[in-house]
């Protein structure tokens, strides 16, 4: 674990991705393969099921420092981690111990599920004793979740490519899928090329669109892209191998059993094929999908039951082929792909769609066809280079998302709560009301849209205007509005407001408007009818 | 009912009984100044009280017209009806706690104090009272410091594998005070050149008049760029941090020594590579032990976000409040 420690150390200590990307080669050249590979995993964002709750983390904290539960609150709110909170509260230990990482990760962490929650209290207290703090840190890091040191799965592979010296598009297919972070399956992601036993398992590395930023003219000729709409579900492979079909999603989990009806329909492909698409909540008759808010009540349920399936039924929207009668298509164009995908979903049941291209003559037609975007309940368009491959990643150049504007909305910020890690200690995660019958009733929360300037600002009046504090959140006088623009906006019986604002954020401070100027609960509703 | 010794106004903290303020805010007759850092030493008060320890840096910052009159630690001096006496809060060089005697009650103002040793500095001095009113700036428990060395260790490995990469290392650190804090530590342990921003020379030189052991340092030349500066060790204000001062050093790892390095939050949101915890500010265990030497009835705690402080101290059995609850 030490080891560990120091590998994060370098990481946490700079900016500079090369600087990251040669310390973790070195850590895999040095460390025993087996830490290696967990390292790889927890890197790449990997984390073990849920070890124990925050009650648990604040109750050992608790009787180990003998502080009471609030000022551990404050602790925390202050420093945005509780990892690192509970690392600087506790009495420095006295360090003794140096389990492998590996051996953290394979059976002392995993044991505390089996441990009722009282002994799994005193089974972290017992390890924080015997840790130095950075340590403790760490090992509470690994236990609530993502280590957010500043290393993308990208940075990784990259880091895995240098270590064995394979490129990095072969090195993300083989990390792709439920990689297992043992000594084995780190020894086969360096195996020479062409040597690949387990490639049915896995999914292919997704192909990511970059926001399209230039006027649409720039991309040349309109007659070498393929338009599409931006379907707003989920992103996922179907892969057809042998007897089985498998679902994976863009974060490459596989979605087994979620998604019956789609399985089912994909018995009817061919064996050795694979659709990359989107998984939509779509009712029988309907000629549009649901917005994405139905879908969510699909994402949650591991087994769906009759009742749900009935009532909100998914299709799989497939735009591209990656592979047919086995065989690996991603090098080939994709107006070939496209051609081949849409030879193969003419026999195919209704669940299996093919995502129909925008067809236009020109751009200032297809700009107006664009307008369509939200009655189709789309997010826009997605334009694709006819004679492009299908890439690894997100690279520039090939696939562009050309969202329609969002929605906005103005709001006045009722409640404020300090941030998380570079935010800690400041207060930048906002709760915003509109006007219901003269009171504000809080409609959205939003974390980011305000720049550094902005936010030491806001952070002062904050802490100057605080009206009463409700453990970390304080509410605040009424008197700063922001523009917020939104996704959808959606009936909703869970909100206090009645309303649900999908994927909110700060456009702009409204320095210019008084609190009497922002939008009114009567009126979101309207819109969330229509 | 009024307290005759405490009194916060607009302009400072105000002594009733003593017609004097401490630290003012805005230009009055009567200054109790404890330490010459710019938010409690500020030009245009017809009188100053001071340190002996620290007259000169309080004569660097107030000018050369200004009115000082210098004591001894704990020698005692009369303003209006009040006995003040200055006794070291081990803040910095010439650093005071400010001691009231008025109507056989002692009240103690302890300005910014820390309880960590400084060699620059004469130690804080506990002194029995009725009330302490203490500052509060690093008042969670999650602030803890380090041993000194601890920190020196980590700074002087930093400083090798800067040399090693051939980056200079840039420590940003406050001009008056740390700044020499933390030359006084290096002493023992190096005896290399340790180049000066120049918002530091000046200060130094003060320092090193009042006999406070430093290494060789020496301005930050002109024209030095680059390659010259490679593996060298720099110390320069925060303020320079991200200003054009900083181009010419094309690599350099950066660095903050402040008590605010605890929280790693704050380092990444600042974007220095490295934190060296290192505070002139009590600590939270130190808060609470000069609370306990005190032996104080009533605390009462100014500066900073003290809510905590108030709130555990009170679970402890003691009479606390913020400052502000006396009311202008």
């Known amino acids: 674990m030490r080891r560990f420690v120091q590998l994060y150390a370098a990481l946490d200590r700079t900016g500079s991705t090369t600087a990251k990307r040669d310390a973790i080669a070195a850590f895999l050249h040095d460390a025993p393969p087996a830490d290696a590979a967990w390292a790889v995993y927890v890197l790449g964002g990997g984390k073990l099921r849920r070890l124990a709750s925050v009650t648990e983390l604040r109750q050992a904290t608790g009787t180990a420092t003998g502080y009471p539960d609030w000022l551990i609150d404050e602790s925390y709110a202050h420093v945005g981690d509780l990892a690192e909170a509970i690392a600087l509260l506790l009495p420095p230990g006295e360090p003794s111990d140096d389990t492998p990482l590996h051996v953290w990760m394979e059976q002392r962490l995993p044991s505390l599920s089996r441990l009722d929650p009282s002994a799994r209290v005193a089974q972290l207290q017992a390890w924080w004793a015997t840790l130095p703090s950075e340590e403790v840190f760490l090992l509470n890091k690994l236990i609530t979740g993502a280590l957010r040191v500043g290393v993308s799965q990208r940075l990784v592979v990259q880091a895995l490519a240098l270590w064995s010296q394979l490129p990095t598009d072969l090195i993300a297919h083989r990390l792709s899928g439920d990689w297992k972070p043992d000594a084995t399956s780190l020894a086969a992601l360096a195996q020479p090329a062409g040597d690949d036993a387990h490639r049915e398992h896995r999914p292919y590395p997704f192909f990511l669109a970059s926001p399209l930023e230039s006027p649409v003219e720039s991309l040349g000729e309109r007659a070498e892209w393929l338009a599409e709409w931006k379907w707003d579900g989920i992103r996922a492979q179907l892969m057809r191998r042998g007897e089985e079909a498998r679902l994976w999603s863009r974060g490459e989990e596989r979605l087994d059993g979620r998604f019956p009806e789609i399985e089912q329909a994909a018995g009817a492909l061919p064996s050795g094929c694979v659709l990359d698409g989107e998984i939509l909540a779509w009712d029988a008759q309907a000629t549009a999908p649901r917005p994405f808010t139905a879908l969510q009540k699909r994402i949650g349920k591991l087994k769906p039951g009759a009742k749900l399936l009935a009532e909100t039924p998914v299709r799989f929207m497939a735009y591209d082929l990656l592979e047919r009668d086995g065989a690996d298509l991603r090098e080939s164009p994709l107006h070939l792909r496209r051609a081949r995908l849409a030879e193969l979903l003419q026999a195919m049941p209704p669940t299996l769609l093919l995502s129909p291209a925008a067809d236009t003559d020109d751009w200032a037609a297809l700009a107006r066809l664009r307008e369509q975007s939200r009655e189709r309940r789309t997010e826009g368009l997605m334009l694709k280079r006819l004679d492009s491959p299908y890439r690894v990643g997100r690279k520039r150049g090939d696939w562009w998302k050309w969202k329609v504007d969002p929605y906005t909305l103005d709001a006045v910020l009722i409640y404020a709560q300090s941030g998380h890690g570079r935010r800690a200690g400041l207060f930048t995660d906002y709760t915003f009301g509109v006007w219901d019958r003269g009171h504000l009733v809080p409609v959205a929360k939003a974390y980011s849209g305000l720049d550094d300037a902005e936010i030491a600002r806001l952070d002062a009046w904050i802490r100057a205007h605080t009206i009463e504090r409700f453990g970390p959140v304080r509410s605040v006088e009424p008197e700063h509005v922001f523009e917020l623009a939104y996704e959808a906006i959606q009936r909703s019986g869970r909100h206090k407001s009645g309303v649900a604002v999908r994927f909110p954020r700060i456009l702009r401070w409204r320095s210019d408007l008084s609190i009497r100027d922002a939008d009114r609960l009567e009126d979101l509703r309207r819109m969330a009818e229509g | ?328």
């Open chain 2, 1 to 328: 009912m009024r307290d005759p010794l405490l009194q916060p106004r607009r302009e400072g903290l105000y002594c009733p009984a003593g017609g004097f303020y401490i630290d003012p805010a805005e230009p009055v007759a009567q200054a109790v100044v404890t330490h010459a850092h710019g938010d409690h030493a500020r030009q245009g008060n017809a009188r100053y009280h001071v340190a002996r320890a620290g007259f000169r840096l309080m004569r660097e910052r107030l000018g050369e017209p200004a009115l000082i009159e210098a004591y001894d630690y704990g020698e005692p001096f009369t303003l209006g009806e009040v006995q003040v006496s200055l006794h070291p809060s081990g803040h910095m060089l010439g650093a005071a706690q400010v001691r009231m005697e008025y109507a056989g009650r002692v009240v103690v103002v302890s300005g910014d104090y820390k309880r960590e040793p400084d060699p620059t500095c004469a130690p804080f001095e506990p002194i029995a009272c009725d009330t302490f009113v203490t500052e509060s700036t690093f008042a969670l428990p999650v602030y803890r410091w380090p041993p000194m060395a601890q920190v020196i260790d980590e700074l002087l490995a930093w400083w090798d594998d800067c040399a090693r990469r051939k980056v200079s290392a840039v420590l940003f650190c406050y001009a008056l005070g740390k700044a020499q804090r933390l030359l006084a530590e290096l002493a023992p342990r190096v005896d290399r050149v340790v180049h000066l921003h120049g918002a530091l020379l000046r200060l130094t030189q003060l320092y090193r008049e009042a006999g406070v052991v430093m290494p060789p340092t020496q301005p930050l030349e002109e024209n030095a760029r680059g390659a010259a500066l490679a593996g060298e060790l720099v110390l320069a204000p925060p303020s320079a941090a991200g200003s054009p001062w900083m181009r010419r050093f094309p690599n350099a790892s950066t660095a903050f020594a402040s008590g605010w390095m605890q929280v790693r939050g704050n380092r990444r949101r600042r974007g220095y590579d490295r934190g060296f915890v290192v505070s002139d500010h009590a600590d939270w265990n130190g808060l609470l032990r000069s609370v306990r030497d005190s032996g104080a009835r009533r605390i009462y705690v100014t500066h900073g976000d003290g809510d905590a402080l108030v709130r555990y101290l009170r679970e402890q059995g003691h009479d606390a409040l913020p400052l502000s609850a006396l009311g202008a």
